[in-house]
T-cell receptor, first 116, second 109 residues
Framework: DGGITQSPKYLFRKEGQNVTLSCEQNLNHDAMYWYRQDPGQGLRLIYYSQIVNDFQKGDIAEGYSVSREKKESFPLTVTSAQKNPTAFYLC???????????????FGNGTRLTVT | RKEVEQDPGPFNVPEGATVAFNCTYSNSASQSFFWYRQDCRKEPKLLMSVYSSGNEDGRFTAQLNRASQYISLLIRDSKLSDSATYLCVVNGRGTALIFGKGTTLSVSS
């Protein structure tokens, strides 16, 4: 079955360490996204990529980095520069923005990152 | 006005009740509208897209009012399994989708 796989489901790190969250999709979607969700908050966009080897900053990109070397993969690195990294991280994909309309997003199961 | 705004609730209703949520958006140029459902500590899942003429999917009805810049979700005959947080999603400037903070629904027996 096609879908989006995020791993690991739970991740614990010490402050000051960089950590990379994995996101893989086999839906053949062009666009991929990273969102962050904090308790009681909506999803906030970190980075997104519409095509391989290209990505754009979202609303809260500071302290994060991404790469898009393959269509299927969009890993997110949470660097030590991110002041409040503990959160629920959600990866999503969509067929892409063709024309004026956005396609709905398909989400992975998410990774809960705890930094102490 | 915030880009996408929802009443956080919680909305506490008995089984069988009809409940409606509204969501306002600020970008008059928005063209894509969705309702997502999110269960506790899970990822959001698409509930339904919202079309200009309004659309229905079983017990769920979505409507769009462009003049007043809001979308609505109506749930008829509420079930216990409808308890969740409902997220309003609208496309912002550019290509990314903007999520509201969600409205929490609790259906009790």
């Amino acid at each position: 079955d096609g879908g989006i796989t995020q791993s690991p489901k739970y991740l614990f790190r010490k402050e000051g360490q960089n950590v990379t969250l994995s996101c893989e999709q086999n839906l053949n979607h062009d666009a991929m996204y990273w969102y962050r969700q904090d308790p009681g908050q909506g999803l906030r966009l970190i980075y997104y990529s519409q095509i391989v080897n290209d990505f754009q900053k979202g609303d809260i990109a500071e302290g994060y980095s991404v790469s898009r070397e393959k269509k299927e993969s969009f890993p997110l690195t949470v660097t030590s520069a991110q002041k409040n990294p503990t959160a629920f991280y959600l990866c999503a994909s969509s067929p892409g923005d063709r024309g004026r309309y956005n396609s709905p997003l398909h989400f992975g199961n998410g990774t809960r990152l705890t930094v102490t | 006005r915030k880009e996408v705004e929802q009443d956080p609730g919680p909305f506490n209703v008995p089984e069988g009740a009809t409940v409606a949520f509204n969501c306002t958006y600020s970008n008059s140029a928005s063209q894509s509208f969705f309702w997502y459902r999110q269960d506790c500590r899970k990822e959001p899942k698409l509930l339904m897209s919202v079309y200009s003429s309004g659309n229905e999917d079983g017990r769920f009805t979505a409507q769009l009012n462009r003049a007043s810049q809001y979308i609505s979700l109506l749930i008829r005959d509420s079930k216990l399994s409808d308890s969740a947080t409902y997220l309003c999603v609208v496309n912002g400037r550019g290509t990314a989708l903007i999520f509201g903070k969600g409205t929490t629904l609790s259906v009790s027996s």
